[in-house]
């Protein structure tokens, strides 16, 4: 089975801390993804990336960025955590036809 | 932009009802459509729709998708209290996802 493992299940930091959150998969998936989930907004994309290196932007990047060293580890990144910034957090990955995603069991990360 | 928008957003049943979970879609480049449930975690996959007029069914529930109009819904017969949780529908499209905001279904025993 394909397992896409988020390395935080809760998180507390506080406001101006920079934030890390980390998502590996085991499956050799080209592309991987970030969402953020929140009441009554669903979920929505930060970022994604097909390949190592690679990087898009979706639809809420703005104080988020991301890093594909490996093809294995896709990280988010909060530069400067601001209290809007308190959500939960799922990465998802697939294959390069983008296919059955699978996503992890998110990071519900609390910014104070 | 892309869009999806699911309704209702909340839906509250007896048990053994049955019942229908709408999902529109304005997408460019459609790939495909996916249904999942999400519960306490991590949503899990339920159906994935890329013709039209053909019916997806796993036990109790089913699914289709109308390329024509735009949308597609899920059925869930002879619902049981393990059914509740939040449903999500999602389209394929510029080699991304674009979720709707869910509908939560509620079954009351």
């Known amino acids: 089975d394909v397992k896409v493992t988020q390395s935080s299940r809760y998180l507390v930091k506080r406001t101006g801390e920079k934030v890390f959150l980390e998502c590996v998969q085991d499956m050799d998936h080209e592309n991987m993804f970030w969402y953020r989930q929140d009441p009554g907004l669903g979920l929505r994309l930060i970022y994604f990336s097909y390949d190592v290196k690679m990087k898009e932007k979706g639809d809420i990047p703005e104080g988020y960025s991301v890093s594909r060293e490996k093809k294995e580890r896709f990280s988010l990144i909060l530069e400067s955590a601001s209290t809007n910034q308190t959500s939960m957090y799922l990465c998802?990955?697939?294959?390069?036809?983008?296919?059955?995603?699978?996503f992890g069991s998110g990071t519900r990360l609390t910014v104070v | 932009e892309d869009k999806v928008v699911q309704s209702p957003l909340s839906l509250v049943v007896h048990e053994g009802d049955t019942v229908t979970l709408n999902c529109s879609y304005e997408v460019t480049n459609f790939r495909s459509l996916l249904w999942y449930k999400q519960e306490k975690k991590a949503p899990t996959f339920l159906f994935m729709l890329t013709s039209s007029g053909i019916e997806k069914k796993s036990g109790r529930l089913s699914s289709i998708l109308d390329k024509k109009e735009l949308f597609s819904i899920l059925n869930i017969t002879a619902t049981q209290t393990g059914d509740s949780a939040v449903y999500l529908c999602a389209v394929d499209g510029n080699e991304k996802l674009t979720f709707g905001t869910g509908t939560r279904l509620t079954i009351i025993p």
């Open positions: 998802a990955s697939t294959t390069g036809d983008n296919y059955g995603y699978t």
